[in-house]
């Protein structure tokens, strides 16, 4: 059975939506080539869409001139304050422990750390287990 987690990362204060996409690839490309064999078979980022514009009353402090595009009546800017929402799949629990095995070795842990400490706030990441997965398409 499948096992994939979901994470949701906040960009680092005074980096920019684009700043933290591009560090946010540059971050993934480095986990790839540290972690080998024991990557995700599937690692999906999906980035929130920001607007620029100028300081809106009820615009979040992070994104204070760069709102997210909240659907209206189903949320406010505060509830949109991270930037990237990840999902990652293995093939198994197995294979998750073995790639958080690697990732903990302290020569890969520094890396990663001083990759993630110059677009990420760590203090926001959040990460849970996925369970069922259900999809339902048209036609």
Not at 10 to 36: H, S, Y
Request: glycine letters at 8%.
């Amino acid at each position: 059975m499948t096992y994939s987690i979901l994470i949701t990362n906040t960009r680092k204060q005074g980096t920019t939506p684009d700043g933290f996409c591009k560090g946010g690839e540059e971050l993934v490309a480095l986990l790839k080539e540290l972690t080998g064999e024991h990557f995700p078979s599937s690692h999906t980022r999906n980035y929130i869409k920001r607007i620029e514009g100028p300081r809106a009353e009820g615009n979040s402090e992070l994104n204070p001139t760069t709102p997210a595009i909240v659907v209206a009546g189903m949320g406010t800017q505060a509830d949109a304050d991270w930037d990237c929402i990840s999902k990652l799949d293995w093939a198994d629990e197995a294979a998750f422990k073995a790639y958080i095995g690697v990732m903990m070795q302290p020569d890969t842990l520094v890396k990663i750390q001083e990759a993630e400490a110059k677009v990420v706030d760590p203090s926001k990441t959040k990460i849970v287990v996925l369970g069922e997965t259900f999809v339902t398409k048209s036609g």
